[in-house]
Nanobody, 126 residues
Framework: QVQLVESGGGSVQAGGSLRLSCVVS????????MGWFRQAPGKEREGVAA????????AYADSVKGRFTISRDNAKKTVYLEMTSLKLEDTAMYYC???????????????????WGQGTQVTVSS
């Protein structure tokens, strides 16, 4: 079956950087849309960034624009999230998500994603 496995989370001081990775297995083709979401305690899961199949078109939440960069390597079936200038409010569990098909609405729509990873914790401290 399809599995998404995230890695790269950890603890970092404010202003620091982390790089998250998400490897897709069990699917012969490239996913149409790959996204990163995050969920802080007591808050709803929110979209952070997404990247479409060609690896060119990307989208970001306003809160991370200019600080986070999403990329993908279709040959390795891996999507990355490079996070820089981390802030305390970036602390959350980060989830990778995959959508097989186009036409599911906004990239931030959680229901359009067919597969989710288990998450990797990012903790930013002062």
């Amino acid at each position: 079956q399809v599995q998404l496995v995230e890695s790269g989370g950890g603890s970092v001081q404010a202003g620091g950087s982390l790089r998250l990775s998400c490897v897709v297995s069990g699917y012969a083709y490239s996913m149409y849309l790959m996204g990163w979401f995050r969920q802080a305690p007591g808050k709803e899961r929110e979209g952070v960034a997404a990247i479409y199949a060609g690896g060119i078109t990307t989208a970001y939440a306003d809160s991370v624009k200019g600080r986070f960069t999403i990329s993908r390597d279709n040959a390795k079936k891996t999507v990355y999230l490079e996070m820089t200038s981390l802030k305390l409010e970036d602390t959350a569990m980060y989830y990778c998500a995959a959508d097989r098909n186009s036409g599911g609405g906004s990239w931030t729509t959680r229901g359009r994603y067919h597969y989710w990873g288990q998450g990797t914790q990012v903790t930013v401290s002062s």
